[in-house]
């Protein structure tokens, strides 16, 4: 039961900002929107998570819509390094157990030189 | 910061035989979990352990499969008589918990199980 919907591919030329959207349209007021990506051959890394504030770190920013059922993650100048699958990911506030990170099939972002 | 860590990066059995995994976590991380990824597929979750405790099993996890985290520390993950369809990438995450309810999972680089 996949609560996001992301586009399977995207490309990106390199030193372009790469824009990777997501939908959530039945996201409830308590859970935040994650990013991971994975590159290949490598375990999920975590790369930005938010709830309804628009959210910068090092690696990207995280734009929400104000009815929170879609949101963009942004990496502002796309490097070689970050071809990866990026995943999108619903989870409940809180720190029950049972609020595991569920997984759907992500958007495989080829950047190009 | 080293990470969390696997072992073995791969593995390679015949059909029938048992396999056991290894995974060593972040060591101020008390939850734990295992992962199974198949080719072209997201991480589907397995287990999942707070402390010594494991608070949750998926379906997923057949009899064959038993996972353990003794003392809190390392966990393992067994498959007994393996089968062709467990041929999969095993990950391993631990966690840190925040005040605001947010939770950050650490993924280790997996083991690749391939089942002859």
């Known amino acids: 039961d996949a609560k996001t919907t992301q586009p399977p591919s995207m490309d990106c030329a390199e030193g372009r900002a790469a824009n990777l959207p997501c939908n959530h349209s039945t996201i409830s007021g308590n859970e935040y929107v994650y990013w991971y990506r994975q590159i290949h051959s490598q375990g999920p890394q975590y790369i930005i998570h938010?709830?309804?504030n628009n959210e910068t770190n090092e690696m990207a920013s995280l734009i929400i819509t104000e009815d929170r059922k879609s949101s963009t993650l942004i990496l502002p100048h796309a490097t070689l390094r970050d071809t990866a699958v990026y995943y999108c990911i619903v989870r409940p506030r809180g720190n029950n157990a049972g609020n595991m990170l569920t997984f759907g099939g992500g958007t495989r972002l080829m950047v190009k030189p | 910061d080293t990470g969390v860590s696997q072992d073995p990066r791969h593995k390679i059995t015949k059909r029938g035989q048992n396999v056991t995994f290894r995974c060593d976590p972040i060591?101020?991380?008390?939850?734990l979990y295992w992962y199974r990824q198949t080719l072209g597929q997201g991480p589907e979750f397995l287990t999942y352990?707070?402390?010594?405790?494991?608070?949750?099993k998926s379906r997923l996890l057949s009899d064959r499969f038993s996972a353990e985290r003794p003392k809190g520390s390392f966990s393992t993950l067994e498959i007994q008589r393996t089968e062709q369809g467990d041929s999969a990438m095993y990950l391993c995450a631990s966690s840190s918990l925040f005040g605001t309810g947010h939770e950050k999972l650490f993924f280790g680089s997996g083991t690749q199980l391939s089942v002859l």
């Open positions: 352990f707070q402390n010594e405790a494991q608070l949750e």
């Open positions: 938010g709830l309804k």
């Open positions: 060591s101020e991380h008390n939850r």
